[in-house]
């Protein structure tokens, strides 16, 4: 089945500071999604973004499929922005998740 | 719209047992997905369930089963319980083959 990977594992930034998170896939894909899991395990959908380029306030995301990866920009973090943050990819009906990037932001 | 609901939220089970969690898509929505959450394994597919139909099937034990009822609410079941069945389960609704999905809140299983 297909791979998905995500980078860095871990990041923990200062308030303010700007990120970027990558989503590496190994197949071609009918979808991509971003999503951050809060404290209490629920999913909140951040990016729908198959291909090109979109931006929802601070943050942003970009995905290349013919390169199949796609980045996620989180910019002038702030503490509410901790938790994980997971790709999806669907292919052929199913969905596969990566293992996610879990964000500390500082005071 | 409302979003997702999925009942109970928290449930304590003791091996051997079997349970049942449900799920109830956005309104419109026909596709319903289900995934296991654990520490170890991250998040896993179980099924998917399309207009009553599972219509495709992640790596797991026989255990492991689901229905989608007429009016897209779909439920899984979890036979014969073991303590590695332990887990967050979601449930996500979409709208489409190519779809867009949106998750419930879970229900967290602690097996016993």
């Known amino acids: 089945g297909i791979q998905v990977e995500q980078s860095p594992p871990d990041l923990i930034l200062q308030e303010g500071a700007n990120s970027t998170l990558r989503c590496n896939f190994s197949d071609s894909v009918n979808n991509l999604q971003w999503f951050h899991q809060n404290p209490w395990g629920q999913l909140i959908n951040l990016f729908y973004i198959p291909s090109g380029t979109k931006q929802n306030g601070r943050l942003s995301a970009t995905t290349v499929a013919t390169e199949r990866y796609s980045l996620l920009y989180i910019s002038s973090s702030q503490t509410t922005d901790s938790g994980v943050y997971f790709c999806a990819v669907a292919s052929a009906g199913k969905s596969t998740f990566g293992d996610g990037t879990t964000l500390t932001v500082k005071p | 719209k409302a979003g997702v609901t999925q009942t109970p939220r928290y449930l304590i089970k003791t091996r051997g047992q079997q349970v049942t969690l449900s799920c109830s898509p956005i309104?419109?929505?026909?596709?319903v997905s289900w995934y296991q959450q654990t520490p170890g394994q991250g998040l896993q597919f179980l099924f998917e369930?399309?207009?009553?139909?599972?219509?495709n099937k992640g790596n797991f034990p026989g255990r492991f089963s689901g229905r989608q009822f007429s009016n897209s609410r779909s439920e899984m079941n979890v036979s014969t319980l073991e303590l590695g069945d332990s887990a967050l389960y979601l449930c996500?609704?979409?709208?489409?083959?190519?779809?867009?999905?949106?998750f419930g809140p879970g229900t967290r299983l602690t097996v016993t």
């Open positions: 369930y399309f207009s009553e139909t599972q219509r």
């Open positions: 996500a609704s979409s709208d489409s083959i190519a779809y867009e999905q949106y």
């Open positions: 309104s419109g929505h026909r596709s």
